[in-house]
């Protein structure tokens, strides 16, 4: 079966800036080759309150008769990318860097973007802080260049492979603050003991999207429209457009 | 098969530090085609990594690839036990890295006495990863920086009050007088998440009964709400297992037991409640990211210092935990494995 090229995504607004931030320097993945797998099979690339392994069983609940795997390491998205995923469930930044054009966007609040902030000890606000933890989206050079400029200023960005991981760079203070959307944060707050404050980014990011990358991921396009509200809300998401 | 011979099995996987995981030596293509050497490119430097063929290890190797593969050249050398110091001597002559990535405790141990014996020559930074409590011995390797393999008080019990209702403020570990320096720092650490560690100490080699009775005055007397298992061999003999950590739970008040290797967690023994290990893909990234570091100094080690390893994953005896425990709605979700 071969693979659908996707085009390069045109549509490109101011939030897509961020949307697209991290492609620089990074060779898109998406190259004609023989997709591998029969059934539709999705690959999750999203950082969320959960275990990857919970995440890939809620998803296979929810989407019966797909292969759903959840990775967290960017590596380990390449890899699954490159044995012939039919489709992507990942932020808009990931897409983009791959030249991958979503085929089913998430919104919330009728917005396809949602902020985020900074959470750490004290003087977080944009400008005060030198060292931002961030989940590692898009690799070494991607991710510093997606912190930059979702917060418009250079800092030093210590990475890792998990949202609960940031926690553990203020513990250790290995980081001044941690970047992560802002519905996370009272998350944060609630398992941690200490005293953290946080301050709004001023650039939002692309919630999560869907791209196809063969034919048959456009079933599962069809059937993520579909997954209960309860999955959804679990993803940041409140419909598909 | 008899429970002392399962818990004499899972020891011997833990006295390797990296349990359940060495490879046979079945597949030596396999692994041939792993170790290969990329084509090294003129300018570009190259790392060297010195590790135990294990699944572990590799994972550990998959995460360094991963993090700096695409700028620097990463050679492997796959060691045993008996590496020696004139071997890797031989190879750094003939590989030329910048960086040396150090796995697993006999390696470190023949690095360091590679140094020993030439004192006046200037080695290259060392990263040391998966060696036994690390920050106890790395001053010991010149020039040396790396990150720990134990998994901190501090990010263990943060990490179990997300999974039970019960509260986890007071945290109680046994130890032997020469980790004693690790028990102060981790409880100073603790400190920052609101977690009091109460450590008991018991002789060097202690009996059944020394153990027993420190378990039972961190349970009785001084109320622990959980009891952290150091991974260290001379607590954890088949029989100190059998007749002091595993009667604990039978009678009074149960407390969650939290080991620090999978192979303690099992559906076949009420041993560990819950495994916390470090993710080792993700501290290969780390040690990828320590490298990068090392890198931007000009391969000097500016900031000496040991990290803690950031990701881990959690294992589960969810027989015993549901009828032990009550756990929060949202537990398993955040557990990586169940056992069941």
């Not at chain 1, 902020?115 to 000890?121: D, E, H, M, V, W």
């Not at chain 1, 989940?135 to 991607?142: H, N, Q, S, Y």
């Not at chain 1, 603050?177 to 953290?196: C, G, W």
């Amino acid at each position: 079966m071969a693979r659908t090229i996707p085009e390069k995504t045109t549509n490109i607004s101011r939030r897509t800036v961020l949307a697209g931030a991290g492609a620089a320097g990074l060779t898109p993945l998406l190259e004609p080759s023989i997709a591998l797998a029969a059934a539709p099979s999705l690959v999750v690339y999203l950082h969320l309150d959960m275990k990857q392994r919970a995440l890939q069983e809620m998803l296979s609940s929810a989407l019966d008769g797909i292969e759903v795997t959840a990775v967290a390491r960017y590596g380990d998205l390449q890899r699954q990318i490159a044995s012939g995923a039919s489709a992507l469930l990942a932020l808009g930044p990931v897409l983009a860097s791959l030249g991958a054009r979503p085929t089913v966007t998430g919104l919330a609040g009728g917005r396809d973007t949602e902020p985020y902030a900074l959470l750490g000890g004290m003087r977080v606000s944009t400008g005060q802080v030198q060292r931002v933890g961030a989940v590692d989206l898009l690799g070494r050079k991607g991710t510093s260049t997606f912190v930059h400029e979702v917060l418009q200023t250079n800092v030093e960005v210590e990475r890792v492979t998990k949202l609960e991981d940031m926690l553990r760079l203020l513990q250790f203070e290995m980081a001044d603050a941690i970047l992560l959307p802002q519905r996370i944060v009272p998350l944060m707050r609630k398992k941690s003991e200490l005293t953290l404050e946080s301050s709004r980014a001023p650039n939002e990011v692309s919630l999560p999207a869907l791209a196809v990358l063969t034919p048959a991921g456009n079933t599962i396009a069809d059937r993520l429209k579909k997954i209960p509200t309860s999955v959804k809300s679990e993803l940041g998401v409140e419909s598909w457009r | 098969m008899a429970l002392t011979s399962r818990l004499g099995f899972c020891l011997g996987l833990l006295s390797l530090g990296l349990a359940a995981c060495s490879r046979s030596s079945g597949d030596a293509r396999h692994a041939e085609a792993f170790f290969q050497d990329p084509v090294r490119r003129p300018d570009h430097d190259a790392v060297l990594v010195l590790m135990p063929d294990t699944e572990h290890t590799r994972a550990v190797l998959l995460g360094i690839r991963d993090e700096v593969g695409d700028e620097l050249d990463v050679l492997v050398r796959p060691v045993d036990r008996d590496l020696s110091a004139e071997e890797i001597e031989a190879m750094l002559a003939e590989l030329q890295p910048r960086c040396v990535v150090l796995m697993d405790n006999p390696t470190v141990k023949a690095y360091r006495e590679l140094q020993l014996a030439r004192p006046s020559v200037t080695f290259p930074p060392a990263v040391v990863v998966m060696a036994s409590f690390l920050e106890e011995h790395y001053r010991l390797v010149k020039n040396a920086t790396g990150i720990a393999y134990e998994v901190p008080a501090l990010t263990l019990f943060t990490h179990l009050r997300t999974i039970l209702v019960s509260p986890v403020e007071k945290v109680g570990v046994v130890y032997r007088p020469a980790f004693r320096g690790y028990i102060d720092r981790q409880r100073e650490l603790a400190k920052r998440e609101a977690i009091e560690l109460i450590g008991v100490a018991v002789p060097q080699h202690p009996s059944v009964r020394d153990v027993r009775r420190a378990l039972e005055t961190l349970r009785t007397e001084r109320g622990a709400h959980a009891l952290w298992v150091l991974n260290d061999n001379g607590l954890l003999t088949p029989e100190l297992i059998q007749r002091a950590w595993m009667p604990l739970n039978e009678t009074g008040r149960r407390v969650p037991l939290v080991v620090g290797a999978a192979s303690l967690v099992s559906a076949k023994f009420d041993f560990g409640t819950f495994a916390m290990l470090p993710d080792h893909g993700a501290l290969g990234m780390q040690v990828g990211a320590l490298i990068f570091k090392l890198a931007d100094d000009d391969w000097t080690i500016t900031r000496p210092e040991i990290q803690p390893p950031l990701s881990t994953k959690t294992v589960i005896n969810l027989r015993q935990a549901e009828r032990d425990f009550k756990l929060a709605p949202t537990a398993l979700s955040q557990v990586d494995r169940i056992v069941n």
